[in-house]
DNA sequence: ATATACTCTACTATAATAATAGAGATTATA
DNA sequence: TATAATCTCTATTATTATAGTAGAGTATAT
């Protein structure tokens, strides 16, 4: 698995959108400017996050994005998965792969380690969700404030 | 961590060098008719075994290369690491990266999922041996037998 | 009306991947 | 010592993915 600008884009924006969830919308503009991506960049990213069902938007004056669902019923493996395809090191260790045979003995001997490390990665990111994200941001910010 | 192609030939070479470990050598020819190798992709993965100490070669008649290590010192994570470079979904989440901090709060707070992610990964292709899978295959060959 | 903001398609530059090609160097042995 | 077998090394190519840029078009609040 390697995650692309594009992937960690995504994951930005959904962050960003998840800690102002039910504050209304939030601009292209303004998304771009706070994680320093190229606007034109992120328009694309939004989009495609739009046909996957994560956000919606409104046009106009006062227009910009917002989650169509709350924090906690996102995960990041949901984001990832999405934006840059799967995660299994090689095609054929697909959990739910349609076929279960290998081309020959050599592949398959490590097939079985791939779906062992496509299985792993899993377990972790589909069971990290937004909300807890955001709950992390807010006690570092927290612990910024006595920093200083 | 996506497996190239070449990933893959290596690792299959070196499974192949390892079943026949402590019996002389084996030609290029033979590796590439076995695994279903394009042969002149599968001498610059050889060279770069080579440069990275995992074989060692005998030129002229009766050459061909042979493992400088036995089956046991040899993990999948070493030849994947060597051959298709770390396995970090994002370069800042290697485990003995030099720098600690990230640019902004965003990337922070997935760079601790990212590190989690690689060491999870770690933990599996660093810890399989090429004499395990030798085992393994000696198994499901005798499993073979029977089963015709 | 108009300014603001999202939408959509096309284009481009760079790098990685997966080969292919061919000339060169070494060595056993007849 | 000639030669066939085998490894060595560098260059080239085709395809695809990635990351970004460009610009015209559509919707909407005021």
Known sequence: MKITYKGDYALKTILMLSLRYGQGVVTIHELAQEADIPIK??????????KGGFVESKRGINGGYYLTRTPSEITIGQVVRFIDGPIEPVPCASIDALYKG???????????????????ISNIIDHVNFEELCKKIQIKEEAMVYQI
Not at 41 to 50: P, R, Y
Request: proline letters at 0%; one cysteine or more; glycine letters at 0%.
């Open 102 to 120: 290998c081309k020959d003995i050599y592949s398959c001997v490590f097939k079985n380690i791939w779906m062992e490390v496509t299985k792993s």
């Open 41 to 50: 960049f992120l328009e694309q990213v939004l989009l495609d996050l739009k």
